[in-house]
């Protein structure tokens, strides 16, 4: 029974040391973002900073995708910060605990990664589009507009309607996939990034647009993904949200440079 008792101890206070590192992976992630705005090295993360500068493209996605992981750590970590912990209680009694949830957080960071990417692709390939047409260089507004005025829509979808459920109610999806064991934490860490994507990536091209590490923006955007995902009664926000993004387009149209940091 005392050996018993002694592993429960041990898994607890491992349970606890695990959660005590992620919250100390957000405040860090907060902090270095903090610092790159304070200190004046948050605009060269910029997409046209990375479009315009004479680095090489594979340069310019390391630094995007270095910022990114930070960003994502502040941002998108908070708010699955209920999963993780439904995970973790189920997980905890395994002996290979510790292990299955760092795969899973490798695979959901690995997930959010590969979006960054695929944004920084669409992103420099429509840099070029505007560069080539000088009617549309002239009227770039309307790509902000169209950013904007897309995740306003997106709000409204029933792919948005049925990731967010997801994400707010986890605990079906973990009950029929649920295994023991490091190859599962990839599978279900895999999972959750895939409807966190499915919840917020329209959202997260508004913080692509604003520029990685934009702490305003950052804030905004990452409260209305906590509260859409974790608070009581969070899903009512979704469509101010989105009236909020199409106001917000209206203004990128007819007065974008009153939109700070966009």
């Not at 897309?150 to 605990?171: I, S, W």
């Not at 649920?178 to 279900?188: A, D, H, L």
């Not at 993904?225 to 949200?241: D, F």
Request: net charge positive.
């Amino acid at each position: 029974m005392a050996a018993v008792a002694g592993r429960s101890s041990a898994l607890s206070n491992s349970y606890a040391r695990t959660l005590g590192i992620l919250l100390a992976a957000i405040l860090l992630a907060w902090a270095l973002c903090i610092w790159a705005e304070l200190s004046g090295n948050a605009g060269q993360f910029h997409h046209h900073a990375l479009y315009e500068s004479s680095r090489p493209l594979w340069s310019s996605a390391l630094m995007l995708l270095g910022a990114w992981q930070a960003m994502t750590a502040a941002m998108m970590l908070p708010s699955s910060l209920g999963f993780i912990r439904m995970y973790a209680a189920a997980a905890r009694n395994a002996p290979d605990f510790p292990v299955a949830l760092g795969m899973f957080l490798i695979a959901y960071f690995a997930v959010w990664t590969a979006f960054a990417l695929l944004a920084f692709a669409g992103d420099m390939q429509l840099h070029v589009l505007v560069d080539r047409s000088p009617w549309l260089e002239a009227h770039a507004q309307l790509v902000l507009a169209a950013t904007l005025g897309f995740a306003a829509l997106y709000q409204l979808t029933p792919l948005k309607d049925a990731c967010l459920r997801a994400c707010r109610h986890p605990g079906m999806y973990l009950a029929r996939h649920y295994q023991r064991g490091p190859s599962n934490g990839v599978r279900i860490g895999f999972g959750h990034a895939l409807f966190c994507i499915g919840c917020c990536w329209a959202l997260m091209l508004v913080m692509f647009a604003a520029g990685v590490a934009h702490l305003a923006w950052m804030g905004v955007l990452a409260l209305v993904m906590l509260i859409e995902k974790g608070a009581p009664g969070g899903e009512r926000i979704v469509m101010p949200v989105g009236a909020g993004l199409a106001l917000l387009a209206v203004v990128a149209l007819l007065a974008p440079h009153a939109i700070p940091g966009l």
